[in-house]
C-alpha cells in the first residue's frame, strides 16, 4: 500500500471542511426552525387567547346584567302586590308602614337600574374591544401564515441544500484516503463540525491560540497529519495547499 501524499490529502480535506461547515450550518438552523415555528404558533394563539377571554368576560357582564333585570322585574312586582294591598288597609299606621315598605323597594329598584346602566357601558366598550381584536387578529392571522410559509419554505430549501451538498461530499470522501478521513471525521464530529483549520501567523484558527514554530515545521514536513495541541484540529498552511 503506498502511503498517500499527506499535502494532496489536506487540499481534498480543505474542500470538505468547506463543504462540511456548510453542512453544519444547515444543520443547525435546520434544528432551530421547528423552535422558532412553535414560537410563531404559540404567539399566535396567545393573542386568540386574549380574544377569547375578552369575550368571556362580556358573556360574564351580559348574564350579570339578566340577573340584574330579574331582580329588577322582582321588586317591580313587589312594588304592585303592595299597592294592591293598600285598599285593603284599616289603620293610617299600616298605610303609613306599606308605603314606607313601597318607597323601599323603589329604592332598591333605582339601585338595581343604575348597576344595570353601569353594566351596559361595559358591555358596551367590551364589545368594541372585541371588534377592534378581531380586526387585529385577521392581521395577525395573515402574519402568522406569512411567517409560517417562510419557515416551512426555508426547511425544504435546507434540506435541498443539505442533498445536494451531501452528494458533493461523496464524491469527494471517495477520493480521500480512508484512515485520513476516518481522523477527519472523528474531530468533525466532537468538534461542532469544524475539524480543519488554517494557520497563520503562528495562530490556530480553531481555538486562536498559539502554534509553537516546532509545530508549524512539523506541518511543513508533511509526514503525517498534525493536530492543534489546544484545540486538537488538523492542521494546515493555506500557501502550501493546491486548490
Ligand atoms: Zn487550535
Same mark, same amino acid.
Given at each position: 500500500?503506498? /502511503?498517500? %501524499?499527506?499535502?494532496?490529502?489536506? %487540499?481534498?480535506?480543505?474542500?470538505?471542511?468547506?463543504?462540511?461547515?456548510?453542512? #453544519?450550518? $444547515?444543520? *443547525?438552523?435546520? +434544528?432551530?426552525?421547528?423552535?422558532?415555528?412553535?414560537?410563531?404558533? =404559540? !404567539? #399566535?394563539?396567545? /393573542? /386568540?387567547?386574549?380574544?377569547?377571554?375578552? &369575550?368571556?368576560?362580556?358573556?360574564? =357582564?351580559?348574564?350579570?346584567?339578566?340577573? @340584574?333585570?330579574?331582580?329588577?322585574?322582582?321588586? &317591580?312586582?313587589?312594588? *304592585?302586590?303592595?299597592?294592591?294591598?293598600? =285598599?285593603?288597609?284599616?289603620?293610617? *299606621?299600616?298605610?303609613?308602614?306599606?308605603?314606607?315598605?313601597? &318607597?323601599? #323597594?323603589?329604592?332598591?329598584?333605582?339601585?338595581?337600574?343604575?348597576?344595570? $346602566?353601569?353594566?351596559?357601558?361595559?358591555?358596551?366598550?367590551? *364589545? @368594541?374591544?372585541?371588534?377592534?381584536?378581531?380586526?387585529?387578529?385577521?392581521?395577525? !392571522?395573515?402574519?402568522?401564515?406569512?411567517?409560517?410559509? +417562510?419557515?416551512?419554505?426555508?426547511?425544504?430549501?435546507?434540506?435541498?441544500?443539505?442533498?445536494?451538498?451531501?452528494?458533493?461530499? /461523496? +464524491?469527494?470522501?471517495?477520493?480521500?484516503?480512508?484512515?485520513?478521513?476516518?481522523?477527519?471525521?472523528?474531530?468533525?464530529?466532537?468538534?461542532?463540525?469544524?475539524?480543519?483549520?488554517?494557520?497563520?501567523?503562528? %495562530?490556530? #484558527?480553531?481555538?486562536?491560540?498559539?502554534?509553537?514554530?516546532?509545530?508549524?515545521?512539523?506541518?511543513?514536513?508533511?509526514?503525517?497529519?498534525?493536530?492543534?495541541?489546544?484545540?486538537?484540529?488538523?492542521?494546515?498552511?493555506?500557501?502550501?495547499?493546491?486548490?
Amino acid at each position: 500500500m503506498t /502511503k498517500p %501524499s499527506i499535502k494532496d490529502e489536506i %487540499s481534498k480535506l480543505v474542500q470538505l471542511q468547506n463543504i462540511d461547515v456548510k453542512i #453544519f450550518a $444547515l444543520s *443547525k438552523e435546520k +434544528i432551530e426552525c421547528p423552535k422558532i415555528l412553535d414560537a410563531i404558533v =404559540s !404567539e #399566535f394563539e396567545s /393573542k /386568540k387567547m386574549m380574544l377569547k377571554s375578552l &369575550e368571556d368576560s362580556k358573556q360574564k =357582564s351580559i348574564l350579570k346584567q339578566k340577573d @340584574k333585570e330579574g331582580e329588577l322585574a322582582g321588586k &317591580e312586582e313587589a312594588v *304592585k302586590k303592595a299597592q294592591g294591598q293598600m =285598599s285593603l288597609l284599616k289603620t293610617n *299606621k299600616e298605610y303609613q308602614a306599606k308605603l314606607t315598605e313601597i &318607597e323601599g #323597594f323603589k329604592a332598591d329598584m333605582s339601585l338595581i337600574e343604575e348597576d344595570i $346602566l353601569k353594566l351596559m357601558d361595559v358591555i358596551d366598550a367590551a *364589545k @368594541k374591544e372585541i371588534e377592534s381584536e378581531k380586526n387585529n387578529l385577521v392581521n395577525e !392571522e395573515k402574519k402568522f401564515n406569512e411567517k409560517k410559509n +417562510i419557515y416551512n419554505n426555508r426547511i425544504k430549501e435546507i434540506d435541498g441544500q443539505i442533498v445536494d451538498l451531501t452528494g458533493k461530499r /461523496k +464524491i469527494l470522501t471517495d477520493s480521500v484516503d480512508k484512515m485520513i478521513l476516518k481522523q477527519y471525521e472523528h474531530i468533525l464530529h466532537g468538534k461542532d463540525g469544524l475539524a480543519l483549520v488554517k494557520v497563520k501567523d503562528n %495562530s490556530c #484558527f480553531g481555538c486562536h491560540m498559539t502554534v509553537p514554530h516546532q509545530v508549524v515545521n512539523e506541518i511543513k514536513m508533511y509526514d503525517r497529519l498534525i493536530t492543534c495541541g489546544i484545540c486538537a484540529r488538523i492542521l494546515y498552511l493555506e500557501e502550501d495547499v493546491n486548490l
